[in-house]
């Protein structure tokens, strides 16, 4: 049997069974299917194809999209000041620790990009399990803007890697600031013709038609978008963000269509980013060193960020501003890109990218059953109250 029919059925194979083993094992599927990649790759199940690369580097753009369709830039707009001035010092405070923890650990400089990731994508499955609080609401407020410069972060690395420090590199920088004015431009006048002419977003994406035109926009800009950053030399995963910030900001009108796009998203193409991501482990590699530094370094992560919420001590109080801090813990998809773009460009070396590809999954799970755990914890003080 020729390897790439072994591949199809082996990716096929955890396609299926994946949402069955989270269930049992009561842990997020795509930590399942990291695993179940890393499982199949030992086993030779999983071997190089090009095919498969390009799928799983589709699934992860996929992903950003959806992570911007969280965003609506109109709802951000209407936060209160204090929020936001709170949580820029919360992000610069993140920062500089990460710096001091650099300096004293000796760690790469990579690091002072790595250790403030923030992502919101699994603070939703939190939402879900627990239902709405206020630190969650908080969190995700804050979490947005932490993404955002995740992101432009992520992308000036990309910039660094490819040019190193020269000319180059600045003419990029230069770009990407240039990219969003521009898209700030573009945003504000898209805005004043939608209040113009308020039917247009509905002649444009109408909520129930048979040919999908909303689906076709949406898949359409997404390429679109992805080609200008390849044209501007700047990294797509920002321009799939925009993407689905921009979905969302405009067309909320149509609730259906984050319903539409998630399904072959977290169906497939983002399964398939999961899995190759495990491939990439070898587990003959892991031993009590790696994975002593896995745990190191999630517990760092999650420090800085416990340290750096108490500025909302008064509004969330201790509990809270615990759990504030875990749900922003968790960048599993930045951290994986991060690393991943280090590793290809040899900033980091192969024992440091399995180590951080096993902290992204450890951060999960400690945040999920820390979430659980000190929630349940407050349940009961107030039942003994």
């Known amino acids: 049997m020729s390897a790439e029919i072994v591949l199809i059925i082996t990716l096929s194979v955890i396609l299926l069974i994946s949402p069955y083993v989270a269930n049992v094992l009561k842990l997020p599927i795509s930590m399942v299917e990291i695993l179940l990649g890393s499982i199949a790759s030992a086993m030779h199940l999983l071997e190089d194809n090009e095919m498969f690369k390009i799928l799983a580097e589709v699934g992860f753009l996929y992903l950003m999209l959806l992570a911007g369709m969280e965003v609506n830039l109109k709802e951000l707009l209407k936060v209160d000041k204090k929020v936001f001035i709170k949580g820029g010092v919360f992000l610069l405070l993140l920062y500089t620790l990460s710096i001091i923890s650099v300096i004293i650990f000796k760690f790469s400089t990579i690091f002072i990009a790595i250790l403030p990731l923030i992502s919101i994508g699994l603070i939703l499955s939190i939402q879900q399990e627990i239902g709405k609080q206020p630190w969650i609401d908080l969190a995700i407020k804050i979490g947005v803007i932490g993404e955002l410069l995740s992101i432009l972060v992520l992308t000036i690395l990309s910039g660094y890697f490819e040019y190193g420090l020269s000319k180059k590199l600045l003419f990029n920088i230069l770009i990407l600031f240039a990219f969003l004015i521009v898209l700030g431009i573009g945003f504000i006048l898209f805005r004043t013709l939608l ?120 509004e969330l109080r201790f509990k809270n501003s615990i759990l504030f801090a875990l749900s922003l813990s968790m960048p599993l998809t930045l951290l994986i890109a991060t690393a991943t773009l280090a590793y290809q460009n040899h900033t980091i070396s192969g024992y440091w990218y399995t180590v951080l590809v096993l902290t992204s999954v450890l951060e999960v799970a400690i945040v999920m059953i820390g979430v659980k755990i000190i929630n349940k914890l407050q349940f009961q003080k107030k039942d003994s109250e």
Request: overall charge neutral; hydrophobic content about 60%; aromatic content about 20%.
């Open 195 to 314: 209040w113009w002419y308020p039917k247009l977003k509905h002649s444009l994406m109408p909520i129930y038609d048979k040919y999908h035109q909303d689906v076709r926009i949406a898949i359409s800009l997404f390429f679109i978008m992805i080609a200008v950053m390849l044209v501007l030399h700047l990294d797509v995963v920002l321009g799939a963000f925009v993407v689905g910030v921009f979905l969302t900001t405009f067309f909320d009108h149509n609730h259906n269509l984050e319903h539409k796009l998630a399904p072959f998203g977290f169906g497939f193409l983002i399964t398939i980013f999961f899995v190759h991501v495990g491939s990439s482990i070898d587990l003959k590699e892991i031993n009590f060193n790696l994975l002593k530094d896995a745990f190191f370094i999630s517990f760092l992560m999650i420090l800085l960020r416990i340290i750096s919420s108490f500025l909302f001590f008064r």
